[in-house]
């Protein structure tokens, strides 16, 4: 399996995250400077096409990348709390036409309830609005989740993402 992991704003991969990361495949996990790397998308989307993902994955506004980036490749998507309130500042980095797709392919988000940075209501708003557009995305909800997902959740979320994906296949 080959995949991609995009960190939030101002993160990292942790080291445990990234052995549970490559356990399960081939994944790349850049490190990124969001505030300084304008082209990231564009990057990321000419590296996925000369070197083809199954999913991509993304925390925070690396969710939100992801999500964009998922459309354009036409691949499954795991996001952990997106950052739904990016989007703005995201459209100048995105086709127009992309801002008002949905999802063909799976998307999963994972929403913590005890979010403090990323309002968890803003997150079920986007997928439900998703949902209602016919959009192919599932919400799953961690109540003792908050914006810095453990090692834990992060694994929970990846096992049920992954076993939701094979039986899409069926």
Same mark, same amino acid.
């Given at each position: 399996?080959?995949?991609?992991y995009?960190?939030?704003y101002?993160g990292f991969?942790t080291?445990?995250k990234r052995?549970?990361?490559?356990s399960?495949?081939e994944c790349?996990a850049?490190?990124?400077d969001?505030d300084?790397?304008?082209t990231?998308?564009?990057e990321?989307?000419?590296?996925f096409?000369e070197e083809?993902?199954d999913f991509?994955a993304?925390?925070?506004?690396g969710g939100?990348i992801?999500?964009y980036?998922?459309m354009m490749? &036409?691949?499954?998507?795991?996001?952990?709390?997106?950052? $739904? *309130?990016?989007?703005e500042?995201l459209?100048? =980095?995105?086709?127009e036409?992309?801002?008002?797709?949905v999802p063909s392919?799976? &998307?999963?988000?994972?929403?913590?309830?005890?979010?403090? $940075? *990323?309002e968890?209501?803003l997150q079920i708003e =986007?997928?439900?609005n998703l949902?209602?557009?016919?959009g192919n995305?599932e919400?799953?909800?961690?109540?003792?989740?908050?914006h810095?997902?453990?090692?834990?959740e992060f694994?929970?979320?990846f096992?049920?993402?992954i076993e939701?994906?094979?039986v899409?296949?069926?």
């Open positions: 399996m080959k995949f991609a995009l960190h939030g101002q991969v080291d445990e052995i549970y990361l490559d399960l495949g790349y850049p490190l990124i969001y300084t790397d304008n990231i998308i564009q990321l989307l000419v590296k096409k083809p993902i991509i993304g925390t925070s506004l939100m992801s999500y980036l998922g490749l &036409n691949i499954p998507v795991l996001m952990f709390n997106p950052a $739904v *309130i990016a989007i500042r459209k100048p =980095f995105l086709p036409v992309l801002l008002n797709s392919k799976k &998307n999963t988000v994972f929403t913590g309830l005890k979010d403090d $940075v *990323i968890p209501q =986007f997928v439900e949902q209602k557009q016919n995305i919400q799953f909800f961690d109540a003792e989740m908050t810095l997902v453990t090692l834990d694994e929970r979320a096992k049920k993402f939701l994906k094979k899409s296949k069926l």
